[in-house]
């Protein structure tokens, strides 16, 4: 299968001279088309800063990320970011449908009304047939965040990025979304990437799980989540093949967190 | 509810009125017409009204010429300062400097160049509300928060587009702040300005009464100003309320 994203030899500091603190370490993966990728790793580790690399929103240091076989200089079409932040994320002075509508800003082919049909047709997507001309502070969390992921496919990406996007919702609200999330990535032909820092997450959802180092980060280990295409709250976290691969995640992930020293833990 | 209504009501009413009680009380005891109480102000406020008005319309068009030339050129300026970060750091001491510089103080150098008509006021109202509308506008536009700052740059937005579509409606709350501001220190700066550079206005109409010792004349003219600044603020408020009801309801919002 062809390949989609592609990161080479990623390395990032931030400052100079001795103080200078190295985040990314020589990070290279690969996904391919379709592919849903969990990157994992321990706390602190840069996980937000390889995603930004990832949408071409942070210049790295050395190495380079290609998108289509074409090296990222910067943001690029066909990429969407969906962030953990999304009360800032969204724009309180603009409606639901104007939200998802402004995804489409650099849509030229599309009219007006081709772009609010298109808008309406994504809030459905995302269950919020409802709720297009509210506003996002007056949605609970997991549904402004549902608006922030329409606004990301309405840009017409092939690659959606997700950082953290179900840090700041609560656990059943999490559960669904993470099967909306599956569904939306199959129906809308998304190939994915997730940061989270939930590994029950990032097992459940992926076809494989990039787990990194501590900083300066690396990639430690890249798992194969052999769960098959149809996963189910209840029987795929029942099935002892996840609880394998997920037990091998987090043991990676503890075996860092033991060499942390107690001072940087906090 | 009508109750509490009632009592609001009063509470608001009760201390105006007392004021004007006692300050009747003072004017009937000092008898004599440097000291007009609130009943011979109203005796003067019917018999100048036409006269007031005439000159307030001066004043107010003025103030409000003045204070769209400031809002047209510094809410785009604050804007734009705001996104170019390296001119906004160049011109952010200019710009305090000009800050801290009383209005009246640039009287005589701007009549150097406009003299002392309508011209002059103009500018100088334009200056003393360009302040408050500058620095507000250029806080709330360098402090847009960094993840609107993501999203449009996750969007491809031109900077223009940025400014437009993410940068002036978030700094609009602070605007509006910047915007009441202005609009007292236009109203100000326009009775000073006349009453430095007279010619007509209600700052003028002013000063000549309390030169002849007509002070009931020249408080009715306080007066009529003091009400202009209350219909003024609350056609603010409206304009407020419709465009900023998402910050309002933010705020009040869990979330």
Sequence with gaps: METMLEARELAKSYGTGAGALKILDGISFSVKKGEFVSIVGPSGCGKTTLLMALAGLLKPDAGAVSFKGKVLTGPSAGIAVVFQDYSRSLFAWKSNLENVVFGMIRNTTLSKAEKRAKGRELLAAVGLDGFADHYPWQLSGGMQQRVAIARGLASESELLLLDEPLAAVDAQTRADMQDLLLELAERFQQTCILVTHDVDEAVYMADRVVVLTRRPTRVDHDIVVDLGDRRDQITTREDPRFLEIRHDVMAAIRRFRAETPLAEKA | ?255
């Excluded at chain 2, 302040?131 to 806080?139: A, C, F």
Aim: charged share 10%.
């Design chain 2, 1 to 255: 509810m009508k109750r509490l209504a009632d009592k609001s009501f009063w509470n608001a009413v009760w201390l105006p009125v007392a004021i004007l009680a006692v300050w009747q009380v003072l004017a009937m005891r000092a008898h004599t017409p440097l000291f007009p109480g609130p009943w011979q102000t109203l005796l003067a406020i019917s018999k100048l009204y036409p006269q007031i008005v005439g000159q307030l319309g001066f004043t107010l068009s003025r103030a409000g010429i003045g204070f769209l030339i400031a809002a047209v050129l510094m809410v785009p300026l604050g804007i734009l300062l705001g996104r170019l970060k390296l001119l906004g750091k160049v011109l952010e001491p200019a710009i305090d400097m000009l800050a801290t510089l009383p209005p009246p103080a640039v009287v005589p150098i701007v009549m150097l160049f406009a003299g002392t008509g309508d011209a002059a006021k103009i500018v100088i109202i334009a200056y003393a509300a360009a302040v408050p509308l500058l620095m507000n506008t250029y806080e709330a536009s360098r402090t847009v928060h960094p993840s609107a700052n993501l999203v449009a740059r996750a969007l491809h937005l031109t900077k223009l587009e940025a400014m437009l579509h993410i940068d002036l409606p978030a700094a609009l709350p602070m605007i509006a702040t910047g915007v009441r501001l202005a609009v007292s220190s236009a109203l100000l700066v326009a009775v000073t300005s006349e009453m430095l550079l007279a010619t007509n206005g209600i700052g003028v109409f002013i000063q000549r009464q309390q030169e002849n010792f007509q002070i009931s004349g020249g408080l009715a003219g306080i007066a009529f100003i003091s009400l202009a600044g209350l219909i003024i603020n609350s056609i603010v408020f409206q304009f407020e309320k419709r465009w900023l009801f998402w910050h309002y309801r933010n705020a009040n919002s869990k979330g």
